[in-house]
């Protein structure tokens, strides 16, 4: 097996979604991922997918009735709670809200600066998953 250092990514979030075919559109029209990967699974979902972001990567499918899928619930299911968030580092934390907004992002947290420095802001994509968008880099 490889170092984890020649790998972009050694943990890679995975989300399910309802309409996963239109989220990986508005993922990437909004937030600026790229298509890696993207797997039908031939009745009009997604069966697997990768989107890239700068080094790192998520992963997704479609919500499913199935054994795995049922450890998964939808932030709709939880009266719009979540478990887990992506936290995403960006260069540009105000231009990122900007084009986020512009395709419907929910915003959260308005851009702010926080107190352990950078500049953030936090929303939901159109299925309530939650999402954080900041320039504070943890490994610098």
């Known amino acids: 097996m490889p170092e984890a250092a020649s790998r972009p990514s ?9 309409d996963a ?8 029209r909004a937030f600026g991922f790229e298509r890696h990967a993207v797997y039908e699974d031939g ?11 700068g080094d ?3 992963m997704l499918g479609s ?8 450890r998964f619930a939808s932030p709709a ?6 478990t ?8 540009d934390p105000d231009a990122h809200h900007a084009r986020a907004a512009a395709a419907g992002a929910q915003i959260v947290d308005a851009p702010h600066s926080p107190d352990y420095g950078g500049r953030a802001y936090s929303c939901r994509d159109p299925e309530g998953h939650l999402w954080w968008f900041g320039s504070y880099d ?3």
């Open 10 to 18: 050694t943990i890679i979030p995975a989300l399910r979604y309802r």
């Open 21 to 28: 075919p239109a989220l990986i559109d508005w993922l990437c």
């Open 43 to 53: 009745a009009g979902g997604i069966a697997h997918a990768q989107l890239r972001f």
């Open 56 to 58: 790192g990567m998520i």
């Open 63 to 70: 919500a499913r009735d199935d054994d795995w899928g049922r």
């Open 77 to 82: 299911d939880i009266a719009g709670r979540v």
């Open 84 to 91: 887990q968030s992506c936290c995403c580092i960006v260069a």
């Open 138 to 140: 943890p490994w610098a």
